[in-house]
């Protein structure tokens, strides 16, 4: 039984065009989002914050695909992997770019508890239930790493426990969620006290038939606890019986908690199989106790058993693979087309040339305005205006043309020109070329 948990996003953006007067439109971006945990909506006009938003978005669908994955295969269980560490990279962009959030679920805080989440998750799929999937190993060497791997899951539950148990997480997260990650810190740190306790109960075996330990078993044995003792690599039976004794206890203590954890939480209730798989490690674990219970043994004191090392090299969001089309960049060129600006609706306006030309001069660069109209020439009687912006010629944008490119243009009209212009509605004049 593996339970995973997703990111769930509410993103909604919004260009919002507001009509004043029913002559003058002021182009106002702003990013409505809510909150994916809370669902407080916040709002705020900044590009960086949609990026943000946007980059969230696609953490939490790595997330969410990562969950959906056949993790009896393992092919299921590499694409699940996948997407998670493509989630954590994602997480850790934002982290380097992005700091000041409206809204809490994309703040430091909870980036940094969201990629551990993810890094907690990924390591179970990749030491755990690949293990799992090839098939547990009963000989010693394995049920070392089998203790040393389940401690390494239960560390990474452990370091999201820390941080949900903070002040500032409370009433905010899930309950499922919460409970979830705390059943999983119990439930494989207890695993790994049992695995532990195999092995000295082979290890006492052993000796009890006369045996000796290998010495790929001592140097096992030896990265297995982050202290040794003369203990650890003696022959006595009664000292190993004594540390298996101690990591059962552990052990016994250890899915109690995530027995409780799972009791305690009514929204784990559907989860059948969850409950089965925690009663039935429990009942594992005692009755392995008790199989113990009038065995001789040494009072002995394990140290903590070290976690394995395993590198997670999550990649960076990768945004050549896909190109996107600037939105903004058909309003114009932002110093003069931007929300701090405001402008008449574009028209449309045919000119026929009299006997001094179609009436107008034109000044300044991206776009260039009229500088000059005639009283009693064409453009006048058209209706255009002395700093007017001009934005195309007979259908060629020229938003983004130089003064010389723009006077080219025109002049190679003849009689006719069809012109597109709009008027600033504040005194935003381009600067003469």
């Given at each position: ?15 919002c ?14 990013l409505?989002?809510?909150d ?15 990026k ?82 090839a098939?547990?190993q ?6 070392i ?6 401690k ?27 409970a ?5 810190d119990a439930?494989?740190r ?11 109960i082979?290890?006492?075996?052993l000796?009890r ?11 096992e044995?030896?990265?297995?606890y ?70 001789e ?8 058993i ?6 997670l ?9 896909v ?8 309003l ?10 405001s ?32 009283d ?10 002395k ?8 259908g ?9 490119e ?10 006719e ?17």
């Open positions: 039984v593996c339970v995973h948990v997703c990111m769930c996003v509410h993103v909604c953006a919004y260009v065009i507001c009509v004043y007067m029913c002559t003058c439109v002021h182009v106002c971006y702003v409505f989002r809510f994916a945990i809370s669902g407080t909506l916040a709002a705020q006009q900044s590009a960086i914050y949609e943000a938003a946007v980059l969230f978005n696609v953490s939490s669908l790595h997330t969410q695909i990562a969950a959906q994955q056949d993790r009896s295969t393992r092919e299921g269980l590499d694409l699940a992997t996948c997407n998670l560490q493509k989630a954590i990279g994602c997480l850790d962009y934002m982290k380097d770019t992005f700091s000041h959030s409206p809204t809490k679920d994309m703040s430091v805080e909870m980036l940094n508890m969201f990629g551990d989440l993810m890094k907690a998750q990924s390591h179970e799929l990749s030491i755990w239930e690949a293990e799992k999937l098939g547990l009963t000989d010693v060497v394995s049920l790493g089998y203790a040393e791997k389940t390494r899951i239960s560390e990474s539950y452990k370091a999201v426990c820390e941080q949900v148990d903070e002040p500032s997480m409370k009433g905010y997260l899930p309950a499922c969620w919460v979830i990650i705390k059943i999983k439930h494989f207890g695993l790994s006290h049992y695995y532990a306790a195999l092995v000295h082979l290890l006492s075996e000796f038939h006369g045996g000796h330990i290998s010495e790929s078993v001592r140097t044995m030896h990265f297995m982050t202290d040794t003792n003369k203990e650890l690599f003696s022959e006595n039976v009664k000292d190993h019986n004594g540390f298996a004794l101690s990591h059962l206890d552990s052990a016994c203590i250890q899915s109690e908690y995530a027995v409780k954890y799972d009791r305690l939480c009514k929204d784990l209730e559907p989860l059948k199989p969850l409950h089965q798989l925690l009663t039935e490690t429990n009942e594992q674990n005692l009755t392995k106790r008790q199989e113990m219970a009038n065995i043994s040494n009072a002995v004191c394990p140290s903590s070290q976690p394995a090392a395993v590198d090299n999550p990649p960076p969001p990768d945004f050549s693979t190109r996107t089309r600037d939105g903004f960049k058909a114009g060129p932002l110093p003069s087309f931007s929300a701090e600006n402008w008449t609706v574009p028209r449309t306006v045919v000119l026929r040339k009299g006997k001094s030309g179609f009436g107008f001069s034109l000044q300044g660069s991206y776009p260039v305005s009229f500088v000059d109209v005639e009693t020439g064409p453009a006048k009687a058209s209706g255009l205006h700093n007017d912006w001009l934005l195309s010629v007979n060629q944008d020229t938003r983004y043309m130089s003064h010389a723009v006077v080219t243009l025109v002049k190679s009209c003849k009689d020109i069809k012109v597109e212009v709009t008027s600033p509605t504040i005194s935003v004049v381009p600067k003469t070329a």
